[in-house]
């Protein structure tokens, strides 16, 4: 066991590192402002017109019959509404009929090759189809971008859980920002239990990555201007786009809006299971070193402290309850314990400042357009 005058020394220390993250993170939490200084000239931003900001949701319209809903002026000239499909026919001609009734009679059809005739009724419909090149959710988007001619392009998945009156505040709230998500905030008891928790997790680690305030990044229903998807180039595959495109406009300073939306019980059978959520997660692992690649290494480094606080409470246990002294483990777990504080100081500063970028980011767009 290491001697008590090395302990005395190291005591101090620890207490000191301790003491500066309980002050780093009640500076990150509390303070409404962030303040920069450098020499002599000074930068405010106040924490409350940061791009987070546009991340507050606006109130959408309760599903309505058509004959009192207000159909929105020439929409199929701002919008085209893209379907990826994949063996959807028992929803599919519900959803563009839907559409059609509300006003929406510009539908872009993008099937994965299909055997139950779901391309085939969709063309009966009235709908435009093309075959998507390659295979997933996200090759399905590649595609549909090169065939979209109006300024925005609305995404929604074919299974008829997405209600269509509530395109026209989502396109009435895009002219103002990059992209608007259409949160699941009612019906989320159609939302099966697990998934409910796998998007709870998810939303709250890419909140966490990029200072954002989404309630549903995961949501299968967005809006975005077309030629912001047009220069994304997708890095993921499959079900985790809603993430890519998202991380895409708010790592650029973006602005993203939510709308409340309701979430129906689907038609025909899930194609999102279980397994693809922790998928989503692994790929806003993975998003997270494209974007910030110094806080994933620190916050990755940080987990030491894990086994080294495990180590010290093994050894602390073996020395009071039994008298044993374990000398290299005792300095084994110190220094475990001193790197993996350092680390998470480090993760958070690169986390703070890579923030600051964004809304510093945000603060001169917003500038440049006034």
Known sequence: MVDPPTY??????????????????????????????????????????????????????????????QKPLHPNEELTVVIPTLNEADAIGKVIDELEEYGYSNILVVDGHSDDGTA????????HVILQEGTGKADAIRTAA?????????????????????IKAMLEVIKDVDEVIGARVYGRENIPLLNRLGNWIITKAFNLLFGTKLRD????????????????????????????????????????KEV?????????????????????LKDVLKLSWVYNPVFFIFAISSLIL???????????LELFLFGVKHHVWAIIGIVGTGVGIIAMLLSIMALYIKRL????MSKLKRLARE
């Open 260 to 280: 409340p939306i309701r979430y129906r019980r689907r038609i025909g059978r899930p194609k999102l299971k279980r397994i693809h959520g922790f998928g989503i």
């Open 120 to 127: 085939e009724i969709a063309r009966e419909k009235g709908a």
């Open 357 to 360: 970028e964004y809304r510093i």
């Open 8 to 69: 005395s020394a190291i005591t101090p220390a620890i207490s000191v590192m301790v003491a500066i993250i309980l002050a780093l993170l009640k500076h990150l939490l509390l303070e409404p402002n962030i303040l920069c200084k450098c020499s002599a000239w000074t930068i405010a931003i106040n924490s409350k017109i940061t791009k987070t900001e546009v991340n507050k949701s606006v109130q959408a319209p309760e599903p309505r019959t058509v004959g009192g809903y």
């Open 306 to 316: 894990l086994p080294s606080l495990s180590v010290l409470a093994w050894v602390a």
């Open 217 to 256: 990044v995961c949501s299968g229903m967005w809006m975005t201007r077309t030629e912001v998807l047009r220069e994304m180039l997708p890095e993921t595959r499959g079900f985790s786009i809603e993430v890519e495109v998202a991380a895409n406009i708010a790592s650029s300073a973006g602005l993203i």
């Open 146 to 166: 090169r065939y979209v001619k109006t300024p925005y392009v609305l995404v929604m998945d074919g299974d008829y859980t997405y209600d269509p009156a509530y």
